[in-house]
Each structure stands twice: as structure tokens, then as C-alpha cells.
């Protein structure tokens, strides 16, 4: 054989065993890679229910989540606003809420802007404040809110921290409520206090008449009213004096007549007997006379017989 064909005859060897490996690794590889796509094939079957349930809770949690900002309106997060401590009066700027500057723009400030305020806390809480209403035009982009409830002590104004606030324009219904009613409950109890005080205020009003009209009527009985201290021997002694006064005057002097009568009466008997005592002398004396006829009968005199 020529010595060429003796060389490809070796390549030719050499060409078929390397055939033969490469046909057993291909074999090898074809079956680890059947295995394997058997193997996923297996679990994604296996876990294609779990897949479609995972599918379902995210679909379901989608539409829960929309329904839960369906009720809040447009949100502005980190909001930087100040806070005055006097009044509850926020500030902020309108390059942070540009929203606000669209709004206002399609309302053409027809209808007072409203915000609702959360105050962002540490740990990443959020606290709501409340409802705050935009006080006039915005100046040189900044806008002033006021609070649309009337503040309290217990609204603790002094720990509304300026900083990163949250902004809502629309917050549900049913949380609204609820601070609607609050409103309305202090509203009735501050309408108490005022009521209460309001009587407190009448009753000291009447008390003060009460207490006038208690002097007016102790000088009337006792004297000693100042507002007449000038006019004694103008008026009457007993609005000067008082009537008690005049009423033991009035008593001494009957006391004094009463007396005057009851000597007057005792002398009246005094005279009355020694009248009676000289008519029977006189009768004795006239029958003891001589030759004197029987005396006439002596009429004694009344006590009603005048002098």
C-alpha cells in the first residue's frame, strides 16, 4: 500500500474512534438533558397550580389595592411644610405640588382648594391631622392653609413639627365621617361650656341685683342708706331712719300716751271717790241738821259724769 493511503487509513482510525467518543458524549449529554427538561417539565406541572394561585392573590391584591386609593385622590409624599405654631397655619411651596397649580388652574379658583395633612413620623408612621382649606391666592408660589375646624388645646398645635408632610386631596368617606362627628360632638360640648357659662354669667348678674335690692330693703327697714345720707329733714324720718326705727319711735310714743291715759283714768277714780266721799258727808251733815226733813236720795256720781 503507497504510503499516503497508509496515513488517511490511520486518519480514517483515528477519525472513527473520535466519532465513537464524540456519539457516546453526545448520547451522554442527550440523556442528561432529557432528564432534566423530564425533571422541569415535572415541577413546572407540578407547580403550575401554585403559579395560578399566586396569580389570582396578586390580581385580587391589584384591585384591592385600587379600591383603597380610589378614595384618597392624588397623594404628594415629603412634602416640606411650615407650620405655624400660633394658629395651625401650614405653608407650602408649589414646586412640591404642582398638582395643586393644575387644580387650581381648572377650578379657576372657583372653589377654595383642600388639602387633607399627615404628618410622617418616625418608624414611618403617618398621623392625620386634619383638613385644611387654601387661605387666599398663592403668592409668589407659595399657598397658606388654614384648618376648617375651629382648634382646641387638645389639638396640641405646638407638636405639629414642620417637615416632610403628606398630602391628600381626597380622603373616603367613611374615615371623614368619623372626624365629622367628632367635630360636631365637641362643637355641642363647647356649646355647653359657653351655655354654662353664659348662665354662670346671668346668675352672677342676678345675684348682683339680688344683693342691691337686699340693701335697698335692710336700709328701708334699718336706715343708714347712703344714697339719702343727704336728704335728711327733706324726706320723711323713716326712709332716713329706717322703719324699724320709726316703727319703735311710733311704740315708745304709744307707750308714752298709754301711760298719760292710764294716770289720767287713776286721777279720773281719785276724784270720782273723794266726789262720792263729799256728796255722803253732805248727806250726813244735812240729816243731822235740826228739824231737817228726810234727805232726798244722793245720786252718786258716774264715772262718766263730766266735771
Known amino acids: 500500500m503507497h504510503t499516503l493511503g497508509k496515513v488517511?487509513?490511520?486518519?480514517?482510525?483515528?477519525?472513527?474512534?473520535?466519532?465513537?467518543?464524540?456519539?457516546?458524549?453526545?448520547?451522554?449529554?442527550r440523556s442528561s438533558w432529557h432528564k432534566s427538561l423530564s425533571k422541569q417539565r415535572t415541577d413546572y406541572e407540578s407547580h403550575v397550580n401554585d403559579l395560578r394561585k399566586?396569580?389570582?392573590?396578586?390580581?385580587?391584591?391589584?384591585?384591592?389595592?385600587?379600591?383603597?386609593?380610589?378614595?384618597?385622590?392624588?397623594?404628594?409624599?415629603?412634602?416640606?411644610?411650615?407650620?405655624?405654631?400660633?394658629?395651625?397655619?401650614?405653608?407650602?411651596?408649589?414646586?412640591?405640588?404642582?398638582?395643586?397649580?393644575?387644580?387650581?388652574?381648572?377650578?379657576?379658583?372657583?372653589?377654595?382648594?383642600?388639602?387633607?395633612?399627615?404628618?410622617?413620623?418616625?418608624?414611618?408612621?403617618?398621623?392625620?391631622?386634619?383638613t385644611f382649606i387654601q387661605e387666599g391666592a398663592a403668592q409668589g408660589g407659595v399657598r397658606i392653609w388654614k384648618p376648617t375646624w375651629q382648634l382646641r388645646p387638645g389639638d396640641q398645635v405646638a407638636a405639629w413639627s414642620s417637615g416632610k408632610w403628606r398630602l391628600r386631596t381626597l380622603i373616603p368617606a367613611h374615615q371623614k365621617t368619623r372626624f365629622v362627628n367628632l367635630e360636631v360632638l365637641l362643637t355641642q360640648g363647647d356649646q355647653t361650656a359657653s351655655d354654662k357659662g353664659l348662665d354662670a354669667n346671668?346668675?352672677?348678674?342676678?345675684?348682683?341685683?339680688?344683693?342691691?335690692?337686699?340693701?335697698?330693703?335692710?336700709?328701708?327697714?334699718m336706715g343708714e342708706n347712703a344714697d339719702l345720707a343727704g336728704l335728711k329733714g327733706k324726706l320723711p324720718d323713716h326712709m332716713i331712719d329706717g322703719l324699724v326705727r320709726a316703727i319703735a319711735a311710733a311704740e315708745e310714743e304709744r307707750n308714752v300716751a298709754i301711760e298719760r291715759v292710764d294716770a289720767l283714768r287713776r286721777d279720773l277714780k281719785t276724784n270720782h271717790d273723794r266726789a262720792n266721799r263729799l256728796l255722803k258727808q253732805n248727806a250726813d251733815l244735812e240729816r243731822s241738821?235740826?228739824?231737817?226733813?228726810?234727805?232726798?236720795?244722793?245720786?252718786?256720781?258716774?264715772?262718766?259724769?263730766?266735771?
Do not use: C
Open 202 to 221: 346671668i346668675k352672677d348678674a342676678v345675684d348682683v341685683v339680688a344683693d342691691e335690692q337686699l340693701r335697698l330693703r335692710f336700709a328701708e327697714l
Open 8 to 29: 488517511f487509513a490511520w486518519f480514517i482510525v483515528l477519525g472513527a474512534g473520535a466519532a465513537v467518543v464524540l456519539t457516546a458524549r453526545t448520547h451522554q449529554v
Open 289 to 307: 241738821l235740826p228739824g231737817a226733813a228726810p234727805a232726798a236720795a244722793v245720786t252718786r256720781v258716774s264715772q262718766n259724769s263730766r266735771k
Open 54 to 130: 399566586a396569580e389570582f392573590i396578586r390580581d385580587a391584591a391589584v384591585v384591592d389595592l385600587a379600591n383603597v386609593k380610589r378614595g384618597w385622590g392624588t397623594v404628594w409624599d415629603d412634602v416640606d411644610v411650615r407650620v405655624n405654631p400660633q394658629n395651625g397655619y401650614l405653608q407650602t411651596s408649589d414646586q412640591q405640588t404642582p398638582e395643586v397649580v393644575a387644580l387650581a388652574a381648572a377650578n379657576n379658583q372657583q372653589q377654595p382648594m383642600m388639602v387633607h395633612g399627615f404628618i410622617k413620623l418616625a418608624g414611618g408612621n403617618v398621623r392625620f391631622i386634619g
